[in-house]
């Protein structure tokens, strides 16, 4: 069973709409339900509810190029079995390819954007047979026990419903000694956005499934590391805020990076509409400040 309520910042009267939600969610059987979550998160990351996960990288490459260097400091990658989970366009695995890998395995549920990633990686010339690209689910991979020395998860925890399964998952495909890095939303992650969207949204095409947005703590992130008996656990929380132009800039760098999965039970005719309607809402508010708030974390296996 999945986190219930939401715990991420927010202005007190959005909280207790988006946990009533969720507490619909539960009553009706919605919040159980994680493989409708996690179709509803491929669907959108597919491009199925709006185009913009097609600008992924135009809005999104600086944002995710500052979250990606930092992960991947602390890790050596060199000559190592590396398996990037949800790894998106690919904007981290690019990195690890850098630092000469014996192999790297690129895993996504998104067919639109692993394929993104491939092209991205075969534009840079970098030998085929040192890459694999994968659809799959971070809590489900095919891949033997004690495959990977390097395991990594760049900004994908908070969209999956397991936490700790996932993290289960992810440690048992590394071998003993091997490192598992990740970086999670943090709870002030995206906040004036979120707030924003929510104040606009047409409410009844959102209520009775959950928030689909998991956002963690360090200390949750710690204790998810400690109860998979990982070891030599290292975590950091680091924020900063991404400034845009003006508020149409800062609506279209959250919808391209988050997908918009939320629009799922918006019939097709209004989906435009409303994106139309939440951009200008940002440009008329002046939003153009959104908190990046994420919890580095790295483990070793026993
Ligand atoms: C915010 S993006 C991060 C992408 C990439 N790691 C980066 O840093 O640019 C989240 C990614 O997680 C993928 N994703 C969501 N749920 C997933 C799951 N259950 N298993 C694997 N990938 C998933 C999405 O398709 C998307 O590409």
């Known amino acids: 069973m999945p986190t219930l309520f939401w715990t991420g910042k927010l202005s007190l009267p959005l909280k207790l709409m988006v946990n009533f939600g969720c507490l619909i969610a539960w009553i009706t059987g919605n919040a159980q339900n994680t493989s409708a979550m996690k179709q ?11 185009e913009y996960i ?26 190592k079995k590396v398996l990037d989970v949800g790894c998106g366009t690919g904007i981290l695995s690019l990195m690890i390819l850098e630092k000469t890998v014996e192999k790297l395995i690129c895993v996504d549920v998104s067919k ?6 491939k092209q991205k990686i075969k534009a840079e010339g970098f030998n085929d047979g040192l890459i694999e690209f994968h659809e799959l689910d971070a809590e489900q991979l095919p891949f033997d026990d004690n495959s990977f020395d390097v395991v990594f998860l760049n900004m994908v925890l908070g969209v999956i419903p397991n936490h700790l399964s996932t993290i289960t998952e992810l440690t048992r495909v590394l071998r003993p000694g091997g490192t598992i890095a990740i970086s ?4 002030k992650h995206y906040m004036e956005a979120i707030e924003a969207g929510l104040k606009t949204m047409t409410i009844r095409y959102f209520f009775g499934h959950r928030f689909e947005f998991w956002p963690k703590g360090e200390n949750e992130v710690l204790n998810l590391f400690i109860k998979t008996g990982l070891k030599d656990i290292h975590t950091e929380r680091i924020y900063w805020m991404d400034e845009f132009k003006n508020g149409r800039e800062a609506f279209d760098f959250f919808a391209a990076t988050s997908s918009l999965w939320w629009y799922e039970k918006l019939p097709s005719n209004l989906r435009e509409k409303e994106t139309e309607k939440t951009r200008a809402y940002f440009q008329s508010k002046m939003i153009t400040s959104i908190s990046s708030d994420v ?3 790295y483990g070793t296996k026993q």
């Not at 992924?56 to 000559?79: M, N, P």
């Not at 999670?184 to 709870?187: E, S, V």
């Open 295 to 297: 919890v580095f974390a």
């Open 112 to 117: 639109t954007m692993l394929e993104k990633c």
């Open 184 to 187: 999670a939303h943090g709870p």
């Open 54 to 79: 097609h600008h992924y990288d135009e809005f999104g490459t600086s944002h995710y190029t500052k979250i990606s260097k930092k992960l991947i400091e602390k890790v050596d990658c060199k000559e």
């Open 40 to 50: 509803r998160m491929k669907n959108g990351y597919n491009g199925k509810y709006s």
